[in-house]
């Protein structure tokens, strides 16, 4: 199995920054990819940034120039950076692994959440 272990987030005033990791531990053959996904109160869970195992990202439209997500070089902690914050990006933030475990089949793992409030 694939462990997630987010930390991070919290209150922060509108304008301000924080910062949010999730590091993957646990039977990974490799990491084709993680992201950071968030569900603010009755909406969907929505795609915020993605990386992949080449190095590409990937933004929503409404944090692009605000966030930026980043991976160490063990390619197993990926980070996100907010700044700028603003009260809509208020929501419980999720991050989420996709590869192959060493059992050699795929696995899509998500984080338990971290609640990040943007409040003055």
């Known amino acids: 199995q694939v462990q997630l272990e987010e930390s991070g987030g919290g209150l922060v005033q509108p304008g301000g920054s924080l910062s949010v990791s999730c590091a993957a531990s646990g039977s990974i053959f490799s990491i084709n990819g993680m992201g950071w996904y968030r569900q603010a109160p009755g909406k969907q869970r929505e795609l915020v940034a993605s990386?992949?195992?080449?190095?590409?990202?990937n933004y929503a439209d409404s944090v692009k120039g605000r966030f930026t997500i980043s991976r160490d070089r063990a390619w197993n902690t990926v980070y996100l950076q907010m700044n700028s914050l603003k009260p809509e990006d208020t929501a419980v933030y999720y991050c989420?692994?996709?590869?192959?475990?060493?059992?050699?089949?795929?696995?899509?793992?998500w984080g338990q959440g971290t609640q990040v409030t943007v409040s003055s």
């Open positions: 989420n692994v996709k590869g192959y475990g060493r059992s050699m089949r795929p696995y899509d793992a």
């Open positions: 990386i992949t195992s080449g190095g590409s990202t």
